[in-house]
């Protein structure tokens, strides 16, 4: 359980929209406010026919917001403050309708327009029949959503009000509480902040001719992840990406590149830096001579492609020089006695550390969503259990923070 007494004197912006677990977002405002949370309620029109606007204005001891074209709320707060007075936005409970709404980009309602217009983070705990949200339409959206970086928490499994058995009941009060605390609590943690880093990420595409080029199988998924878990924790981080099927993640800034020479100019223009995560698969090589013109069946059999190497921009990067981030960080996608190639590779690239892995077919690294990693230092190798990349990302930027943390203690 998160320790509450972060909570003491912030401020949430509370979206009620209409669903039967409305009542519970009663019982939240008096949690928080019993921790010290001022507490702003907007109230959809829905949301008005499952609790009383007398019962959360009483609750918050605030007006209730609840018209985009009310005189008197315009000419009071104005919608627009009412999105950047808080610290947090929560919508509790969240209904299919409003999240699909959210993923839209509607302003049809005062509580649309406020999430639409805010500056801050937004926390939902969605509620609705089981198969409400198991449509692919809601699945969708939210996905959508996360991928913008909105929080959520729930929907739990249960019993609905209307009596079907599965997940879309709202998350407790209580374990609202507890995320809204968890949120702060990382939203204070920032032993990155002021620190810049790079991370390169994804495949690279390298043409053969205009309509053709050489790939591999990276689905940049762990890159992402890393680039997202370094800002996390305060560091302000440009990722470098090659061609994936992943959004742009919330809180970075993105360099779009397709080939191994883009990515390295990107890195150098990124420059400088304090740490560098190199977790893209860069071609090693490329077609000598790709020009613009398509290579054509005439008869003559197959043409002969040349190979020509493209740099190493995890060798360029470490190079020793005023440039040099303080901390590179390798990866080395193994099939096969990866611990002593790792360990090789970490010497021959000249960078600090090498995350190791093993890419053999089976182990679905590629494009899954688990990793098996061994973190090799000058010092020694760690081992880490088989986790979700999204894990082994904060686990790296943890070991990130620390190294800093460890060299400030050290000077
Ligand atoms: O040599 P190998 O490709 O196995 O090395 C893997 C590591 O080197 C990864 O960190 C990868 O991002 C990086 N690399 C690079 N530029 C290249 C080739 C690999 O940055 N041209």
């Not at 509620?127 to 970086?149: D, F, I, Y």
């Not at 071609?283 to 398509?294: I, L, P, S």
């Not at 190493?312 to 990067?317: E, G, Q």
């Not at 096969?336 to 000249?350: E, M, S």
Request: contains cysteine; neutral net charge.
């Amino acid at each position: 359980m998160a320790d509450h007494a972060i909570l003491a004197g912030k401020r949430v912006l509370l979206v009620i929209a209409g669903g039967i677990a409305a009542y519970k977002s009663l019982e939240l405002i008096r949690r928080l406010r019993e921790r010290g949370v001022t507490v702003r309620a907007v109230l959809t029109e829905a949301g008005a026919r499952f609790v009383t606007p007398l019962s959360v204005q009483a609750l918050t001891e605030d007006t209730v917001y609840q018209d985009l074209w009310s005189l008197t709320d315009e000419s009071e707060m104005g919608h627009i403050r009412l999105s950047r007075e808080a610290d947090l936005l929560v919508v509790a409970p969240a209904t299919a309708n409003l999240l699909a709404r959210m993923a839209a980009g509607m302003a049809d309602d005062l509580a649309a327009t406020v999430l639409l217009a805010t500056d801050k983070p937004v926390l939902v705990a969605p509620a609705m029949n089981v198969r409400m949200w198991q449509n692919a339409a809601t699945r969708a959206n939210m996905a959508l959503l996360e991928s913008r970086g909105l929080l959520r928490i729930g929907p739990n499994d249960g019993v609905m009000a209307c009596n079907e058995y599965g997940p879309g009941r709202m998350a407790e009060p209580m374990e609202i509480v507890d995320a809204i605390a968890g949120f702060f609590a990382e939203a204070a943690y920032r032993p990155l902040a002021g620190r810049r880093a790079i991370v390169t990420s994804g495949p690279t595409h390298e043409p053969i001719d205009p309509v053709r080029y050489i790939a591999n199988r990276s689905s940049g998924k762990q890159g992402h992840a890393i680039a997202v878990a370094l800002a996390k924790l305060g560091a302000a981080v440009t990722l470098v990406s090659g061609p994936t099927r992943l959004p742009d993640p919330a809180g970075c800034t993105v360099a779009h590149i397709e080939t191994a020479r883009e990515m390295l100019a990107a890195c150098e223009a990124a420059l400088p830096a304090d740490i560098a995560v190199c977790a893209a698969a860069v071609a090693d090589w490329r077609v000598e001579g790709a020009g613009d013109r398509k290579l054509k069946k005439d008869g003559g059999g197959p043409p002969a492609l040349t190979l020509t190497e493209n740099p190493d921009i995890l060798a360029t990067l470490s190079r020793p020089g005023e440039r040099r981030p303080a901390l590179v960080v390798g990866f080395a996608a193994e099939t096969g006695d990866v611990l002593a190639y790792a360990t090789a590779k970490r010497a021959r690239k000249g960078c600090d550390w090498i995350v190791a892995n093993d890419v053999s077919p089976g182990t679905g690294t590629f494009g899954g969503s688990d990793n098996t990693v061994h973190l090799i230092r000058a010092d020694g190798v760690e081992s880490w259990p088989t986790m979700a990349k999204d894990a082994v990302a904060a686990r790296l930027a943890e070991a990130v923070a620390e190294h800093f943390n460890a060299n400030l203690k050290a000077k």
